[in-house]
């Protein structure tokens, strides 16, 4: 069983949905929690960083953990063509981060 | 641009050789990790250095090695290459709270 678990996707959505994107972690020493967007196989970008259970925003992307559940989301309003890309996220436990496989995301105008 | 330089961008060579990839942190930053990345593969773990020193090892191959320098900057040694080691390499450097910024990756084709 992988660590972390991802729905690689794709996924395609028109321009201005909202995007659910979910992940689930085996490990509960995992306690930082982080998504990453990669466009086209280009370096990770971080989009969120956090490590508590709870919502975090940061303009049109809202990122929830639920450690009871070993669940994290990433929720995308209002999505532009500009978001399709891959989304990983990725947990750490000390100083090893482990990553989804990514889900790929389109956004079609 | 993230403050994570990797060279080269793009590394094209023969089976059997050896190449060197090379990282510089973020400005502060004390932490390099390596990941692999190949097309039917997500993100490998490779290695990590902080300070210097050695701080965790995942699948990184035998013939791979790695150092920090003095500086931070970092070197990944890929030696014996062989077709299956073609992939894009990136780096990453973090700081306490801050999370993992990665370089923009060296692209690695073995011929």
């Known amino acids: 069983q992988k660590e972390v678990e991802q729905d690689p996707g794709p996924l395609s959505v028109p321009e201005g949905a909202i995007v659910s994107l979910n992940c689930t972690y085996s490990?509960?020493?995992?306690?930082?929690f982080m998504w990453y967007r990669q466009y086209s196989r280009k370096g990770p970008e971080l989009l969120m960083y956090?490590?508590?259970?709870g919502n975090k925003e940061d303009g049109r992307f809202t990122a929830q953990v639920d450690k009871s559940s070993k669940y994290i989301s990433l929720f995308i309003r209002d999505s532009q063509p500009s978001d399709s890309a891959t989304y990983l996220c990725?947990?750490?436990?000390?100083?090893?981060?482990?990553f989804g496989e990514g889900t790929q995301l389109t956004v079609n105008p | 641009d993230s403050g994570v330089t990797q060279t080269p961008k793009h590394l094209i060579t023969a089976t059997g050789q050896r190449v060197t990839l090379r990282c510089s942190p973020r400005?502060?930053?004390?932490?390099v990790y390596w990941y692999q990345q190949s097309l039917d593969q997500g993100l490998q773990f490779l290695i990590q250095?902080?300070?210097?020193?050695?701080?965790a090892k995942g699948n990184i191959l035998e013939r791979f090695s790695a150092q920090q320098f003095p500086d931070l900057h970092s070197e990944l040694n890929l030696s014996s290459l062989e077709l299956g080691d073609s992939a894009l390499y990136f780096c990453?450097?973090?700081?306490?709270?801050?999370?993992?910024?990665f370089g923009s990756g060296t692209r690695l084709t073995v011929v």
């Open positions: 990453a450097s973090s700081a306490p709270g801050y999370g993992y910024t």
């Open positions: 490990n509960s020493a995992f306690q930082y």
């Open positions: 956090t490590y508590s259970s």
């Open positions: 990725a947990t750490a436990s000390g100083s090893r981060l482990t």
């Open positions: 400005s502060g930053d004390l932490s």
């Open positions: 250095y902080y300070n210097g020193e050695e701080r």
